[in-house]
Nanobody, 124 residues
C-alpha cells in the first residue's frame, strides 16, 4: 500500500511558475515509477509527466514539454512537478500516481495508487 499526498496547487496568473509536490508513504518509494496527471472540468484525466523509479528517465505530454519538469527525491519519498510559463489551459486538478516497477506508463489505469489531487488555476 502506498499513500500519496499532493500539495502546492493554487491560483496563479498566466506566465507564473508553480511547483507541486507529492509525498509518499508506505512501501519503498524507490520501487515505484511515478506519474503526474491532470483533469479539467468536463474532460478526461490526461497524462502530464512521468519518471522512472531511479529518476534517470522522464517523459512529458507534448502540451507541457519544455515548460514542466518532473523530478523525484527517493530519500525524501517525494516527487515534484515544476511548472513554468503557466497557461490558462493548464488549469486542472493535478494528481500524482504510483506504479510498481521501474518503468512508467502513460495510461491512468496502469497506476494503482493515486493522491487526492491539488487544484491549479491559471488566470489570464
Amino acid at each position: 500500500q502506498v499513500q500519496l499526498v499532493e500539495s502546492g496547487g493554487r491560483l496563479v496568473q498566466a506566465g507564473d511558475s508553480l511547483r507541486l509536490s507529492c509525498a509518499a508513504s508506505g512501501r519503498t518509494f524507490s520501487t515505484y515509477a511515478m506519474g503526474w496527471f491532470r483533469q479539467a472540468p468536463g474532460k478526461e484525466r490526461e497524462f502530464v509527466a512521468a519518471v522512472n523509479w531511479s529518476g534517470a528517465s522522464t517523459e512529458y505530454a507534448d502540451s507541457v514539454k519544455g515548460r514542466f519538469t518532473i523530478s523525484r527525491d527517493n530519500a525524501q519519498s517525494t516527487v515534484y512537478l515544476q511548472m513554468n510559463s503557466l497557461k490558462p489551459e493548464d488549469t486542472a486538478v493535478y494528481y500524482c500516481a504510483a506504479q510498481y516497477g521501474p518503468n512508467y506508463d502513460y495510461t491512468p489505469s496502469r497506476y494503482r495508487y493515486w493522491g487526492q489531487g491539488t487544484q491549479v488555476t491559471v488566470s489570464s
